[in-house]
């Protein structure tokens, strides 16, 4: 299994949802609603679900291994820590950038 795509579809500032995410596996599959949730020692990744008739969340979709719930967390944290980056690097140059308004 190859993870051929992540796409960061909403970053969330309050509560611990800190993102929703979208994954593509080998070009063919894609698995929506994923998020990225702050914990009490670290971030984690939830997979998505639904409340079931008893009121219990139940995963829609999920790894089987071990090895394959670390692998997918691993990249999407990886890819949701690369976009936090280049958001405030964004935020940073327009900060710093001159205006058209400036005088020389």
Do not use: C, W
Not at 38 to 53: C, I, N, T, W, Y
Not at 59 to 83: C, F, G, N, W
């Amino acid at each position: 299994m190859e993870i051929t795509d992540i796409k960061i579809r909403r970053i969330i500032a309050e509560g611990r949802l800190r993102a929703v995410v979208s994954v593509t596996i080998d070009n063919m599959l894609a698995v929506h609603d994923i998020k990225v949730v702050q914990g009490d020692e670290r971030l984690f990744v939830a997979m998505p679900s639904r409340k079931d008739e008893n009121g219990v969340f139940r995963d829609i979709v999920h790894p089987i291994s071990a090895a394959a719930r670390k692998m997918m967390e691993e990249q999407i944290l990886e890819t949701y820590h690369q976009h936090l980056a280049l958001v405030e690097a964004e935020a940073e140059a327009e900060a710093t950038a001159p205006t058209a308004d400036a005088v020389v």
